[in-house]
Structures are given as C-alpha cells and as structure tokens.
T-cell receptor, first 114, second 113 residues
Framework: QKEVEQNSGPLSVPEGAIASLNCTYSDRGSQSFFWYRQYSGKSPELIMS????GDKEDGRFTAQLNKASQYVSLLIRDSQPSDSATYLC??????????????FGAGTQVVVTP | NAGVTQTPKFQVLKTGQSMTLQCAQDMNHNSMYWYRQDPGMGLRLIYY???????DKGEVPNGYNVSRLNKREFSLRLESAAPSQTSVYFC????????????FGSGTQLSVL
C-alpha cells in the first residue's frame, strides 16, 4: 500500500474552470507536502510546497493542507491548456527505516479542454 | 547552469546485459536519488544517497546497485537486466533538509527486450 494516494484521472477540465486535485497520506509524522508538475516526456518540477494547515496561494495555484484529515489538495484556477500535465503529490516519510525519503503518489493527469 | 545531468537518454538492452546510468549535479547538493517511473505507479525510489560515501535502499532496490563516486556523481548499475526493469529512470538531487526541493535530470528511457 502506497503511503501517498491520488486519483489517477484523467481529470478533464474546461478552459477557464477550476481544477481540483486531491491527495491523501498515511504517515502522520509527515510535516511537509509538495506538488510536482510533469509534462508528458519531461521530468517533474516543483510547483508548490506547503507546511502548515490551511491554504497557500501562488498565482493561479492554491495548495490546501488538513493534517487532521491527512489530505492535501491543489486547486488550479482559470485553467489553461498549458496546465495539461500530470500532477504528483509527494511527502517525506518519517518512519524509522525511511526517514526523510520523499514518497510520490501515482499522479493525477489533468487535461484542459478548450 | 547544467543542474542535474544524466546519461544516456535512451537505451535498449537485451535480457542479461549490464549497463550503468550516470548522473552528475553541479549544485553542491548533499543528497542524490534514483527513481523509476512506470505507468500508473508514479515515481518509486530505487536508491538514495544522503551524502558522499553513503547509500541507502529505497522502495524497489532489487536488481540494482549504486555508487556515490563523489559529491557530484551518483551512478546506477543494472548487473543483469530483466524486462521488468523497462522503465523511465530519473536521477535527482536536493539539499540536506528533509523534503527539500528535488531537482530532476531529464530522464533515461530504458527498454529491456
């Protein structure tokens, strides 16, 4: 069982709409969470990090963290065709054997349709 | 700035052949990683090196070996390739703090026939 779970999608979003991506994690010790974006055939790149409960906004992206419920989400406002990519949720494991190692979810594919 | 450079970009092997994937970073990072990515599986950690001279197994280490040659370089070796090792391999590096941003190489598409 993966420690970080995401819906694989694809998530189809009309251009200009809000894309909502969800991620759940099982390691209660995790304190930091990351969203990476990966275009087809390319390597992942970090777009958001969040460490505290609540919302964090960066341009059209908002990350939301709820540690009590163990989920983290990413909202993409005013979605553009250039947002079409796979979004990977990641969290460092805090178990004795895996301290600090970043674990990724399977990724959610987002397709923005004109 | 080169960032993380990994070679080769593409490789086709026959079952049983060996090869080494090379990775180098020029950001003075302490930590380096090897991940593999398969459809529907996300990124899975193969091996990890927290600093020069240390390596640690990740989630899927079987069939692989690594060498942290110096602070810059971290290589991944397949001693006897198997079709199950067909995948896209990514090298990454980061600073010392837990969960610090990963910088990825451009990836290696490996096919084992």
């Amino acid at each position: 069982q993966k420690e970080v779970e995401q819906n694989s999608g694809p998530l189809s979003v009309p251009e200009g709409a809000i894309a909502s991506l969800n991620c759940t994690y099982s390691d209660r010790g995790s304190q930091s969470f990351f969203w990476y974006r990966q275009y087809s055939g390319k390597s992942p790149e970090l777009i958001m990090s969040i460490y505290s409960n609540g919302d964090k906004e960066d341009g059209r992206f908002t990350a939301q963290l709820n540690k009590a419920s163990q989920y983290v989400s990413l909202l993409i406002r005013d979605s553009q065709p250039s947002d079409s990519a796979t979004y990977l949720c990641a969290a460092p494991l805090m178990t004795t054997d895996s301290w600090g190692k970043l674990q990724f979810g399977a990724g959610t594919q987002v397709v923005v349709t004109p | 700035n080169a960032g993380v450079t990994q070679t080769p970009k593409f490789q086709v092997l026959k079952t049983g052949q060996s090869m080494t994937l090379q990775c180098a970073q020029d950001m003075n990072h302490n930590s380096m990683y090897w991940y593999r990515q398969d459809p529907g599986m996300g990124l899975r950690l193969i091996y990890y090196s927290a600093s020069e001279g240390t390596t640690d197994k990740g989630e899927v280490p079987n069939g692989y070996n690594v060498s942290r040659l110096n602070k810059r370089e971290f290589s991944l070796r397949l001693e006897s390739a198997a079709p199950s090792q067909t995948s896209v391999y990514f090298c990454a590096s980061s600073g010392r703090r837990v969960g610090e941003k990963l910088f990825f190489g451009s990836g290696t598409q490996l096919s084992v026939l």
